[in-house]
Nanobody, 129 residues
């Protein structure tokens, strides 16, 4: 049974930092591109970041570039999202997701919801102004 479990969310003040973690089980972690998405109330789910299996390639959504950093530890089957200089507009439920790598060559990291096969339950991040 494949499981992705996020943690680390909570309430912070604008300008603060926070690190989210997503521990996976039941899947071959190094064989997956890992991503983070978020969904604010009344809005569609938004791509935040993605990381290649060897951490060599990373992609970020425009709204978080320069403030958020995605990383992974293949020995711990865990992906992280370090969020710095948080803003009230970062308030959302944050989800981690896994994309099985099915091709020998990956030319770009997936940024669309439907490209990810497995999802966590989400963790709430609230940034107060």
């Amino acid at each position: 049974q494949r499981q992705l479990v996020e943690s680390g969310g909570g309430l912070v003040q604008a300008g603060d930092s926070m690190r989210l973690s997503c521990v996976t089980s039941g899947l071959i972690f190094p064989s997956h591109i890992m991503g983070w998405f978020r969904q604010a109330p009344g809005k569609e789910r938004e791509f935040v970041a993605a990381i290649m299996r060897n951490s060599g390639t990373k992609e970020y959504g425009d709204s978080v570039k320069g403030r958020f950093t995605i990383s992974r530890d293949n020995n711990k089957n865990t992906v992280y999202l370090q969020m710095n200089n948080l803003k009230p507009e970062d308030t959302a439920v944050y989800y981690c997701a896994a994309h099985p790598i099915r091709t020998v060559i990956v030319t770009s990291l997936p940024k669309l919801e439907h490209e990810y096969s497995y999802w966590g339950q989400g963790t709430q991040v609230t940034v107060a102004s």
